[in-house]
């Protein structure tokens, strides 16, 4: 391992010495020492732009003083260098407190109504800096407020102090320059291009950055007071990247979310997703009280004692098996592996309620569980191959960091896929295109080094023999694989054993030494040996009668392929549901039994790297218990003990059990299959779920809703030209189970191909077709 | 007594001075032949033994500033000349460029070559449309006679009329098709100028300056001027005196000798205040006539050479109203981008409209000139430090006159009497 040398400065600030990193900031290094410079355009994150003019400070370099005062966010460390802030130079003071005089000139002062008053940076350091009453007499500027220049972004543009951070972030980080500067002087102001409205993934970022209240999200604007909020730290757990995070409650109500400061994943940023759908919590169907399915077949509330003996009696009556969502803390799904194990004597357990493959399963036992790329890594890749991936859509954190690095150095990144995204030629990367299904062979063709990194997402097990290759392109060059599925739980439940192949600390079944260890932990006599059933196959066994009995759990059973056999198969089953909120599954329950949401339980996430998120519950006062302890309910009933009535319990086990150190389960290479052949009205489905969907948990955000990506379906400029079809022409995308009609969109996608997104209004396509990824369909003009 | 020198003007009242023909007449674009001969490095040299100093108000060593240039770096190199002349009382690359463009073409060829550069860009303010006009003909009669396109390229750009874009920074972010707004510095233009390249942005009359020193030398260039400030420069005269206009002189000359060659101040009149180098320059009064006007001689006395923007006003002018119209055109000028500009200039007309008007206390004139504190030194670029110029003069001139407004209510004098229609029965 090389270490980087780092060239360290020495400067002299108020009198304290202080040694610093070559090329860190004046104000960053009084930081060190505990000196607050007032600022309001630097952010550490952002490029130095030196606009507002508050932090300047005296410096002199080997006893030349420069004649001006400087401001401290644009001028790095240097030998010799001596500064004085505030503290102790009487021109940085009154400096400082002059620019805050005139920052207030402008300034509506109208702190008892704005959404930021209590925590804003304008008032704390007007506070701090400026003078107990202005000197200014005359007119203010005043401007129409507010506009919206999004949906769920809201600007007040007389309160804003032109610092510039919001269209800095969307530029430097995002890469969506969709708001800039307009006009100029004391009219000078946010804006949007006329008809593209901030339409970023990522704007409630230049809300939490905004050092005034100009920017607000409609969702909180007029809600609370700062400090009538409660805040608790806590992890998102929307998707995988695993982003550190602030809940802010008020009497048992979420009232928003920001982002967390973690430098080694989301930084300070998060995206709107994260930040805006929470009301899922809140909303009015949540499930409160358990529900037993009476002789007439109507669910009908129930007392715990009741719901929980009706379960444990209706598992112990048949074979059973456990279908967990990808939504599970690591701790809940540590609990469904084991209440598989010990409670139902059964490896029939799958997390992955989507589209998934043995292949995967073995992939995820042979190269994933218990593997540590990380965000660090892509910080130092040469190259990035995206196999299955849209990050931008289906891991946001992930997009920044590669992001990043693009801006910062021209990472190379190279994305395998059928259709090129916005996000990926946003980081201007080679795409490699391919027909959908044929992805593996354009994987062996790649050249890497052991400094890539190979970032595959779920969408790889839809095609056979894609993570064949991705395994097989790793030991011939040594790249790093990276496994990034869409759900926050998904790592979790695989290093929790919540699959057919592993148990806990990625003990692979098969491995007579490994169920020995954990039946050890567990106090049982012995585990089942057998490789457990798949998702389908559970399906397929309740089908069959082999299966009798379901435990199902934040699964819905719209997001896999065949989602009719699954309805089927619920209908048919003895369902116990594990759920927040009424679904499809509760419809063909026979016990629902109400769990606490993220926000309501303590626990952990393991995000994409594997790295341990773990939150405290943000709502203190709730009634909802977490899937653990009702497991733990079920299995005494059952006359099993998990001996897991704490989520600390489960922690403290989990820990002790530690990780395998024994032989992997090895992968059999799986072959990728050959293209059909297509007729001129054929052609391969390919899709993904965009970051903003009908996704469940962000139901009831309408104006999260308004910003996200407009429904089309794309095809070639060939297909374009041959169906004689141009941009906004309607195309009916069919199979035999159905069809959806959308307005076309000619982009650079394979000839073959047809893309539309899965799960967005309009265009579900798991529901409506059938099918997802390189199935054959029929697209014809509407 | 200093006598005119025209050397750029030289030509000026021909009657096709701006013509190709005419320009070659006078031995146009010899220079340029002979600097393409010559190894870039002694051109630089030259330019920097010649003491020619950047005509755009600054004064940095033009040579210097070449010289900055790296070398070798595989990178295009570029050449800017900001023609965006905005400033209020400047006015001489404007007449310079309608009399005589293929002085700043030929200039261009010189200076692209001695900076290893393959393209020249002259940004002009899109209000000047003749003389867009006129430059736009004479790159054109250059290509079409082979002066340009053999490895050199002139492209003329019009700027959409912002003061800012004078500042070197924001013009290249103009340039670049952004909103001009000062960059951060460093990196300097010399390093990441325009398309982040190594970039020269110089004057009009720098640039054009620079053929009759490749022809006459170094040596002719330092016989003329003072000892720090070499060479001949524009001075251009406006505002209360008998005949405005452009005198060409050598460096160091006094706004006394000026005048007189200028016929003096209007009948009948006296000079009361006036600007040495444009209304960012603090004032001059009577008692500066025989400052010297280079760039050492003006410091001393506590203003800037400038542009060498002489404006003349004689005692009929309400100098608070003068000050307050500068201030409002650097209200509007101010880009918004830091802070004690936007908001001080927004301020600062404020208060001087209400002094104008007589309302307030003489402790107004305590907090303007605190406020001027504050901005002068503390914003971005040097707009904010300018829009304080006159202000902070002209109370250290002129605090009684101020003090007279407030006393009586109002402005004291009869707007009118400065005009130049005053006594002609209007």
């Not at chain 1, 509330?301 to 098996?321: I, R, Y």
């Not at chain 1, 319990?649 to 050959?674: F, H, M, P, Q, Y």
């Not at chain 2, 103009?174 to 020269?200: K, N």
């Amino acid at each position: 391992m090389t270490t980087e040398v780092v060239d360290m400065i020495t400067v002299v600030i108020d009198g304290f010495e202080v040694t610093v990193p070559k090329g860190t900031l004046v104000i960053r290094a009084a930081e060190q020492l505990g000196i607050q410079i007032p600022r309001f355009c630097d952010h550490p994150l952002l490029d130095p732009v030196g606009a507002c003019r508050q932090c300047l400070v005296d410096i002199e370099i080997n006893g030349r003083a420069f004649p001006k005062p400087q401001a401290s966010c644009t001028i790095p460390v240097e030998t010799g260098m001596i500064v004085k802030t505030q503290l102790t130079s009487t021109v940085a003071e009154k400096a400082q407190r002059g620019v805050m005089e005139l920052l207030l000139v402008n300034h509506p002062l109208d702190c008892p109504v704005c959404d930021k008053g209590g925590e804003c940076p304008l008032q704390n350091q007007a506070m701090s800096t400026g003078q107990g009453s202005t000197r200014f007499e005359g007119v203010k500027r005043v401007f129409e407020k507010p506009i919206n220049i999004s949906s769920q972004v809201l600007l007040d543009r007389e309160r804003c102090v032109l610092c510039a951070r919001c269209t800095r972030f969307s530029e430097q980080i995002a890469s969506d320059p969709f708001i800039t500067l307009n006009e100029r002087g004391a009219l000078q102001q946010v804006g949007i291009y006329e008809n593209k409205p901030f339409e970023s993934y990522f704007s409630g970022n230049t809300v939490q950055i905004c050092p005034v209240g100009a920017l607000t999200g409609a969702a909180y604007r007029f809600r609370a007071r700062p400090f009538d909020l409660v805040s608790t730290p806590s992890a998102c757990e929307h998707c995988a990247s695993g982003c550190d995070m602030r809940t802010d409650v008020r009497r048992g109500k979420t009232l928003r979310r920001l982002a967390g400061d973690d430098a080694s994943v989301n930084e300070e940023w998060n995206c709107d997703k994260g930040r805006w759908a929470f009301k899922y919590v809140t909303a009015v169907d949540r499930l409160k009280t358990p529900m037993v399915r009476n002789a007439s077949g109507v669910l009908e509330e129930a007392s715990w004692p009741e719901a929980l003996a009706v379960a444990a009696a209706g598992l112990k009556a048949a074979k059973s098996a456990v279908l967990v969502g990808g939504r599970a803390t690591y701790e809940d799904a540590y609990g469904y592996s084991k209440f598989a194990r010990v409670a139902l004597a059964t490896n029939d357990i799958d997390f992955r309620s989507r589209i998934s493959s043995d292949e995967e399963r073995e992939f995820l036992a042979a190269r994933v569980v218990g593997s540590s790329t990380t965000y660090r890594d892509i910080d130092k890749a040469d190259q990035v191959l995206l196999v299955g991936f849209e990050p931008e859509e289906e891991s946001p954190i992930v997009f920044l960091r590669i992001n990043k690095q693009f801006r910062k150095r021209a990472l190379k990144v190279v994305s395998i896929g059928s259709k090129e995204s916005i996000g990926v030629e946003k980081l201007k990367a080679e795409f490699v295109k391919v027909a959908p299904g044929q992805e593996a062979s354009a994987i062996a063709a790649q050249s890497l080094t052991s400094k890539s990194v190979i970032l595959v997402g779920e969408r790889a097990a839809e095609s056979t023999g894609v993570l064949s290759a991705v395994a097989a392109l790793a030991d011939a060059t040594g790249a790093k694989i990276a496994w990034i599925p869409r759900r926050a739980g998904e790592r979790g439940a695989l290093e929790a054993g919540a699959i057919g192949n592993l148990l806990p600390g990625g003990r692979p079944v098969t491995d007579a030494a490994a169920r020995v260890d954990i039946a050890a932990f567990w106090n049982t006599d012995s585990l089942p040996s057998e490789i457990g059933r798949n998702t389908s196959q559970i399906i397929e066994a309740v089908h069959s009668g082999k299966i009798g009995a379901l435990v199902v759990g934040g699964v819905d059973p719209l997001d896999g392929d065949n989602s009719s056999a699954t309805l089927a198969a619920l209908d048919k089953a003895f369902v116990v549901s594990l759920e927040i909120a009424p679904s499809a599954v509760t419809e063909r329950a026979d016990v629902v039994l109400p769990v606490a949401a993220v926000t309501e339980k303590s626990g952990s996430f393991l995000n994409w790297e594997g790295r341990p998120r773990a939150f405290d519950a943000a709502v203190s006062d709730s009634l909802n218990r977490s899937d653990l302890r009702i497991l733990s309910m079920i299995a005494e009933e059952m006359g099993s003990s998990l001996n897991l009535g704490t989520v600390t319990a489960a922690i403290k086990e989990i820990a002790s059990i530690g990780k395998w150190d024994g032989a992997r389960v090895s992968l059999n290479k799986v072959n990728a299959s050959s293209q059909p052949a297509l007729t001129a009205e054929q052609a391969l489905i390919t899709s993904w779920r965009r970051l903003l969907d009908l996704g469940t948990l962000q139901q009831g955000e309408e104006n999260l809703a308004g910003t996200a990506r407009r429904t089309v379906a794309v095809i070639s400029p060939k297909r374009a030209q041959a169906l004689g079809v141009v941009d906004g022409d309607q195309l009916k995308i069919s199979t035999t189970q159905g069809s959806v009609t959308l307005s076309a969109l000619v982009e650079n996608i394979h000839d073959d191909a047809v893309w539309a997104p899965r799960n967005s209004r309009g265009s579900q396509l798991l529901v409506n077709l059938g099918v997802a990824h390189g199935a054959v369909v029929t697209v014809v003009k509407a | 007594m200093t006598k005119l020198a025209p050397v750029l003007s030289a030509h000026w009242d021909e009657k096709d001075s701006f013509t190709l023909e005419g320009y070659k007449r006078h031995g146009g674009y010899t220079a340029s032949a002979k600097a393409l001969t010559m190894d870039p490095d002694a051109i630089i040299q030259l330019v920097k033994d010649s003491g020619l100093r950047g005509r755009g108000g600054a004064g940095f060593p033009t040579g210097m500033k070449w010289g900055f240039i790296p070398q070798g770096d595989n990178k295009d190199h570029y050449l800017v000349v900001n023609a965006d002349e905005s400033e209020p009382g400047t006015c001489k690359d404007t007449p310079l460029l309608m009399a005589n463009p293929h002085v700043l073409i030929e200039g261009c060829i010189i200076a692209c070559h001695a900076i290893r550069a393959k393209h020249a860009f002259i940004y002009i303010r899109g209000e000047v449309t003749h003389v867009v006009r006129r430059v736009n003909q004479a790159i054109a009669d250059a290509y079409a006679a082979g002066i340009l396109g053999n490895g050199i390229d002139v492209v003329l750009h019009i700027g959409a009329g912002a003061y800012i874009c004078g500042e070197e920074t924001a013009l290249l972010d103009s340039l670049e098709g952004f909103r001009g707004q000062p960059r951060l510095r460093p990196p300097f233009p010399a390093i990441a100028g325009l398309y982040a390249r190594p970039t020269v942005v110089n004057n009009v009359e720098s640039i054009a300056s620079v053929p009759a020193i490749v022809n006459n030398g170094a040596e002719w260039y330092q016989s003329m001027g003072t000892e720090k400030s070499k060479g001949t420069t524009l001075y251009s005269l406006s505002g209360h005196v008998v005949n405005p206009g452009q005198f060409e002189a050598p460096l160091g000359i006094t706004l006394r000798e000026i005048l007189d060659l200028a016929g003096g101040v209007r009948p009948g009149h006296k000079l009361k205040f006036w600007t040495p180098g444009g209304s960012s320059t603090p004032l001059f009064t009577d008692a500066h006539l025989d400052v010297p006007l280079d760039y050492e001689g003006v410091a001393a006395a506590g203003s800037m050479l400038g542009t060498k923007a002489l404006q003349i006003f004689d005692e009929t002018t309400c100098v608070v109203r003068a000050v307050l119209r500068w201030t409002e055109f650097y209200k509007h000028e101010s880009c918004g981008k830091c802070t004690p500009c936007r908001e001080g200039t927004w301020w600062l007309v404020q208060i001087l409209r209400d002094l104008e008007a007589g309302k307030g206390t003489e402790a107004d004139l305590a907090k303007l000139l605190d406020l001027c504190d504050n901005i002068m030194g503390r914003s971005f670029c040097a707009l904010g430090d300018g829009a304080t110029s006159p202000i902070t003069s002209s109370i250290k001139y002129f605090r009684e006159e101020y003090i007279a407004h407030l006393t009586q209510g109002g402005c004291p004098f009869d707007p009118v009497a400065s005009t130049l229609f005053a006594g002609a029965g209007a």
